[in-house]
């Protein structure tokens, strides 16, 4: 059964991860998500069916077009195996008939294409960040959930104005923007899902991995700061680990 399930869920992760790569390139370009249908981004020329099977195609094609031989970007094959590889991740840590999977499922999903588009183009989508509030909260009302429904309201409620008052303040100290509106989105909705008291965490380790990647391998310090790159990953990371469970183990510290 277990292997039967891992086999559906590495499916249905390839094709999830093959619809991300259109969102990643799409989104940040103010494309159409739906038309036209996948074509190659340097000759314009469609992408038939037999070519658009997730992760086999790029290998087929050894990363180029075939009509152009454009490159494609790695990006692509990243994308179309880590996202079944996230998703049997989270079935082993949770199992799969209940509320607590699709919840951080679905989370991990949102945060798949907010990581590439953040580390890209410098900017989270709000169709990817605002629709995480309402989703988080529906999750903690619904039963069988591992954060009830006031904690989430009470979570998203704090993170909000605690960053809309940091935003404010570093615009005020420094006349500049610190914390972007798309940052402020994506920990709010994040916030309804894991509940208050992991946030501190959340946060503190996002903001630690994403100093040190900007201290070694970022030479331009004036280069914009993709924050919601290290937020998603350590959501991930964080609902990979078993989120609540984690926080058990904490307050027995
Ligand atoms: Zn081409």
């Known amino acids: ?36 249908a996948s074509h190659c981004a340097e000759c314009g020329k469609a992408i038939p069916a037999y070519l658009n099977i997730p992760i086999f195609s790029y290998i087929m094609l050894g990363g180029k077009c075939k009509y152009c031989q454009a490159r494609i970007h790695w ?5 179309e195996i880590i996202t ?23 989370l991990a999903m949102f945060m798949i294409p907010i990581f590439f588009i953040d580390a890209f183009h410098q900017i989270i989508p709000h169709k990817l960040s ?19 429904f006031v904690e989430a309201l009470i979570a998203a409620g704090i993170i909000f104005a605690f960053l809309v008052f940091l935003a404010y303040a570093y615009r005020f100290a420094r006349k500049a923007d610190g914390i972007g509106g798309g940052d402020i989105w994506l920990l709010t909705g994040i916030a309804g899902f894991f509940g208050l008291l992991s946030m501190p965490y959340v946060i503190l380790i996002a903001a630690v991995l994403g100093i040190i ?17 290290f937020i998603s990953f ?11 469970r984690i926080m058990d183990i904490l307050s027995f510290m």
């Open 84 to 106: 079944p590889l996230i998703l049997i991740g989270i079935f082993l840590q949770y199992g799969l008939f209940n509320l607590v999977f699709l919840k951080y499922a679905t």
């Open 75 to 79: 990006h692509h094959l990243l994308v």
């Open 1 to 36: 059964m277990t292997a039967i399930i891992i086999i559906l869920l590495a499916v249905l992760g390839a094709a999830l991860g093959s619809f991300f790569n259109v969102l990643i390139y799409r989104l940040p370009r103010k494309e159409s998500i739906i038309f036209p």
């Open 234 to 244: 350590t959501a991930v990371a964080w609902a990979l680990l078993g989120a609540s």
């Open 213 to 229: 990647y900007f201290l070694i391998f970022v030479r331009d310090k004036s280069q914009g700061f993709a924050f919601g790159t």
């Open 130 to 148: 605002i629709p995480l509030i309402p989703l988080g909260l529906l999750f903690a009302f619904l039963p069988g959930g591992d954060v009830g």
